[in-house]
């Protein structure tokens, strides 16, 4: 079975600091990652994407992956309260047409 | 707005009835995926239609169904419904290339309810 964990959280951080969501994925074959962003009701909306390892940056967004350890991060700098919202990491499965395979997904607070 | 649309936006139905949900892909993409979100986990991948053929399936009974219309939006058909298909149902279209592994775009979900 092919698993994406994640911490659901909550977790808490002040306004301005950096926020640092983690996300370790199961099946090595894995090539392609996914940080999607989910507010309450809403449907999930993408952030940002990765193939390498390594850093990616955008924005205040800075997502990590690291395939040795099977490990990816997301890191939000300059924490606003409007990034109060459950992260969802996703991991795409090549062997069924890029089916993406998500964790239970990190719900973060940013308080003022 | 990814451009994905979805309809209904919610929708309440009786255990046993049988439900149909729609799905208008992005223009430009040709691969529509289904996917099913219960309250506080991620989503599950119901399946995916590539060119009006079934391209992958997630551990769903056959009660499940869909389809791919020449124009690339999808149906999802689930017969025989029970209370735990009360979830959120999304529906996420990409533009395959060969490769596997294309971004996909969410649309806004159709929440269904069954009593």
């Known amino acids: 079975q092919k698993e994406v964990e994640q911490n659901s959280g909550p977790l808490s951080v002040p306004e301005g600091a950096i926020a640092s969501l983690n996300c370790t994925y199961s099946d090595r074959g894995s090539q392609s990652f996914f940080w999607y962003r989910q507010y309450s009701g809403k449907s999930p909306e993408l952030i940002m994407f990765?193939?390498?390892?390594g850093d990616k940056e955008d924005g205040r967004f800075t997502a990590q992956l690291n395939k040795a350890s099977q490990y990816v991060s997301l890191l939000i700098r300059d924490s606003q309260p409007s990034d109060s919202a459950t992260y969802l990491c996703a991991a795409a499965d090549y062997n069924q047409g890029g089916k993406l395979i998500f964790g239970q997904g990190t719900e973060l607070s940013v308080k003022p | 707005e990814t451009g994905v649309t979805q309809s209904p936006t919610h929708l309440i139905k009786t255990r046993g009835q049988q439900v149909t949900l729609r799905c208008s892909s992005q223009?430009?993409?040709?691969?529509v995926s289904w996917y099913q979100q219960a309250l506080g986990q991620g989503p599950q991948f119901i399946f995916q239609?590539?060119?009006?053929?079934?391209?992958g399936r997630g551990n769903f009974p056959p009660r499940f169904s869909g389809l791919q219309f020449p124009n690339y939006s999808s149906e999802l058909n689930v017969n025989a419904l029970e209370l735990d298909d009360s979830a959120l149902y999304l529906c996420a279209s990409s533009l395959a290339q060969g490769a596997g592994g294309e971004t996909q775009y969410f649309g806004p979900g159709t929440r269904l309810l069954v009593l």
């Open positions: 223009s430009g993409h040709n691969t």
């Open positions: 990765i193939y390498s390892n």
């Open positions: 239609y590539y060119r009006e053929e079934e391209n």
